[in-house]
């Protein structure tokens, strides 16, 4: 069970298996359909600090994407209404 998030991260990605996790996301991904907005996914090794760079640099393309198209006040008034 995995809820859509707004950035994947796929941990430990420099161990065996790493691959097929992101081929299974990607695969969940287009069930929404070629049009839809896809979220990144980035693979990081944090214990050997790899890939921390590029989620960062994700988390932001997504956060100045969402401010701009007022996805992230809808996201504050759901968080709102469900608290």
Known sequence: ??????????N???RD???RVVAEIESMLQISGPDAQRP?????AAAANQGIAELWDAIERFCV???GSGLMAKKKR??????
Request: charged content about 30%; proline content about 0%.
């Open 1 to 10: 069970i995995m809820e859509i998030a707004d950035v994947f991260v796929v």
């Open 12 to 14: 430990k990605a420099d």
């Open 17 to 19: 298996g790493a691959e």
């Open 40 to 44: 990144e996914i980035v693979r990081t």
């Open 65 to 67: 994407a969402a401010e």
């Open 78 to 83: 759901q968080h709102v209404k469900h608290q």
